[in-house]
């Protein structure tokens, strides 16, 4: 039974990614690295890149379009938007609020999550979640979406090869059956600033191996703490949607959980670390074949900048 007095379920979703893709060997062309060790190290081979004249919002409207078409829903549907993203338009005004109006979602309330980074979109769909359990939701409009291209600094190896554009959305509705829902969920952070933009205007600056050892050993518990108040053993799990942060972070969680990597779907090798949007990129590869069923159970895990990470365990309704 779901953890909430109003069952929720994702009725839909959604992927934008832009037209230009980049290559290991574009990147190896300018920095000092090579094809060799971008893929030995990150499991990355090719990532999009935002046009300069498109923006984060413009990504966001172009995923939810097809997540609301595919809940069979309008905009003018919606109740309410929340926008996950830490490469947001500009300061002000809200990039929900410009969502909304490419939409043309009249009714919807808007919020922004934005500190979070690529635990941002977990964040909204648990926001999305609890507003549901209120009279003023019946359809929360969740998107995803980071643009890193715009905060990387050209020349620095460390965090160009890894980052590349995408935005995700899902559709949160009210559940049919209440027997699926949220079942469980878990958040933590420890305060950190080996991933920071440390002022306005700045480049992103990342310490790897902090992220390595702090991935590694906070999503795995993470999950299991989630699991656990759900009341699924992890080894019953359907699907796990994880960080597309790094391919090596991702084998090295599943194996710590004993999880057949075939459970876990993956999207950075061909998309590189899409910030918030990662866990809605592969969400979306499952559900859109068709393969996520009524009963299956299925977990979203991200960290992000801070370090802030959570978990949420749902059942598919």
């Known amino acids: 039974m779901s953890a909430l007095s109003v069952p929720v379920a994702i009725a839909g979703t959604g992927v934008h990614l832009p037209p230009e893709v980049v290559t290991n060997a574009e990147l190896a062309s300018t920095l000092d690295t090579s094809d060799e060790w971008i893929v030995s190290r990150t499991g990355i081979r090719v990532r999009r890149r935002l046009a300069p004249d498109r923006s984060t919002s413009d990504m966001c409207a172009a995923a939810a379009r097809p997540a609301l078409a595919a809940a069979g829903l309008t905009a003018r549907d919606v109740d309410a938007i929340i926008v996950g993203t830490y490469t947001y338009d500009q300061p002000l005004p809200s990039t929900a609020l410009i969502v909304k109006e490419l939409l043309g979602a009249d009714r919807a309330l808007t919020l922004d999550v ?13 926001l999305a979640a609890h507003l549901l359990q209120t009279s003023a939701a019946r359809t929360v409009l969740v998107l995803a979406a980071d643009c890193a291209s715009r905060v990387t600094d050209p020349a620095d190896r460390t965090t160009r090869v890894f980052f590349g554009d995408a935005a995700g959305a899902a559709v949160l509705t009210r559940a049919a059956s209440p027997q699926g829902g949220l079942l469980g969920w878990d958040f933590g952070a420890e305060l950190s600033y080996d991933v920071e933009i440390p002022a306005p205007g700045s480049y992103l600056k990342m310490n790897g191996r902090a992220v390595w050892e702090t991935a590694t050993r906070c999503l795995p518990d993470s999950i299991l703490r989630a699991t656990d108040e759900a ?64 009963g299956d159970t299925y977990v979203m895990s991200s960290i992000g900048a801070g370090f802030q990470w959570g978990t949420l365990c749902f059942r598919h309704a």
């Open 114 to 126: 934005t500190q979070a980074a690529c635990a941002n979109g977990v964040q909204a769909l648990f």
């Open 231 to 294: 009341g699924v053993p992890v080894e019953e799990v359907t699907h796990f949607f994880l960080h597309q942060a790094n391919l090596n972070i991702i084998t090295a969680a599943l194996d710590k959980l004993g999880i057949d990597r075939t459970r876990a779907p993956v999207t950075v090798d061909t998309l590189g670390n899409t910030g918030s949007a990662g866990v809605f990129t592969v969400l979306h590869a499952r559900f859109a074949a068709g393969e996520v069923r009524p």
